[in-house]
């Protein structure tokens, strides 16, 4: 069956430092989702991509969609303490929806 | 835009006891819904799918049911509590956008 890989597992930066994270996929998806989860809440959409090679942005945040469809990245400029969290990608199409098992993100200020 | 509403946020229930969990969804029509489980470990699985009402689809065998009796609600039931059905119960709605998350329900099976 279908396989998402995400990556890191959980990382510790310091305030002001970039992230990255990465989501790779066995299939081709027609849809990259990135989320947020704070805990004892729902996930949170931070960004959609819906086309291969789209970048999209918002605020400190940037996610692409890998030109072979198979893979999308995540990354965070300039982290604050906020930032905490775990962020989940998610690839498919609607209905048919595999998620990763998330980046732990730990930020000390 | 939508707004999906859970309710309880937390629930405490013994073994054997039934139960009933319920979502709502507002600022859409005919959405798909969607009950997922989160457990401790983090990943999320898919539990039950809904394209309309009495439309249902089990992705997971196992002792939970649902049912959407309404067009924008969706009830997650159970006969019969056991310990292993203990984990964060997340509602979720798309319909032609990407998938929303409600806030949860905090299920601990004692």
């Known amino acids: 069956g279908q396989q998402l890989n995400q990556s890191p597992q959980s990382m510790f930066i310091q305030e002001g430092e970039d992230v990255s994270m990465n989501c790779t996929s066995s299939s081709i998806f027609n849809t990259w989702l990135w989320y947020k989860q704070d805990p004892g809440e729902g996930p949170v959409l931070l960004i959609a991509?819906?086309?291969?090679?789209e970048l999209t942005s918002n605020g400190r945040l940037t996610a692409q969609f890998g030109i072979t469809r198979k893979d999308s990245f995540l990354n965070i400029s300039a982290s604050i303490p906020s930032d905490v969290g775990i962020y989940f990608c998610?690839?498919?199409?609607?209905?048919?929806?595999?998620f990763g098992k998330g980046t732990k993100l730990s930020v000390k200020p | 835009s939508q707004t999906i509403h859970q309710w309880p946020a937390t629930l405490v229930q013994p073994v054997g006891s039934p139960l009933s969990l319920e979502c709502t969804v507002e600022g859409t029509s005919n959405p798909n819904l969607y009950w997922y489980r989160q457990a401790a470990g983090r990943g999320l699985q898919l539990l039950f799918y809904s394209v309309g009402i009495g439309q249902i689809s089990s992705e997971v065998p196992q002792n939970l049911s649902a049912s959407r009796p309404q067009d924008r609600q969706f009830i997650l039931s159970s006969k019969k509590l056991l310990l292993s059905d203990s984990g964060f119960y997340l509602c979720a709605c798309d319909s032609w956008g990407p998938l929303h998350f409600g806030n949860g329900t905090r299920l601990t099976v004692t």
């Open positions: 998610a690839g498919g199409s609607q209905g048919n929806l595999i």
């Open positions: 991509l819906y086309k291969a090679g």
